[in-house]
């Protein structure tokens, strides 16, 4: 059963920008802080982002400045707006529930980031 399903990435030259979508279901997106995470190849997936039921938003540090993250409660989605990409970003971006950091979900498939030198 898919729980999140996340769109938006692509291939963006570096100082470019995208918008990751993430959809899930009421029962999820109105109980749950949200987040985004990525996964460096090599590296241990990391949360990005995250925003509560109320709004309230964190960042990781390579995200601060640069990455917003936000909500529309109509459409249960969450968005991650990636500006000022650098090469270093490329990865796969995951929604996700957070929970003190931690995912509570089962992984959706992710969407890719490539950002190009």
């Known amino acids: 059963q898919v729980q999140v399903k996340e769109s938006g990435g692509g291939l963006v030259q570096a100082g470019g920008s995208l918008r990751l979508s993430c959809v899930t279901s009421?029962?999820?997106?109105?109980?749950?802080?949200m987040g985004w995470y990525r996964q460096i190849p090599g590296k241990q997936r990391e949360s990005v982002a995250a925003?509560?039921?109320?709004?309230?938003?964190t960042y990781g540090d390579s995200a601060k400045g640069r990455f917003t993250i936000s909500k529309d409660d109509a459409k249960y989605t969450v968005y991650l707006q990636l500006n000022n990409l650098k090469p270093e970003d490329t990865a796969v971006y995951y929604c996700?529930?957070?929970?003190?950091?931690?995912?509570?979900?089962?992984w959706g498939q992710g969407t890719q980031v490539t950002v190009s030198s």
């Open positions: 925003i509560t039921t109320d709004g309230r938003t």
């Open positions: 996700n529930t957070n929970y003190r950091g931690l995912p509570g979900l089962r």
């Open positions: 009421l029962p999820i997106f109105s109980r749950s802080t």
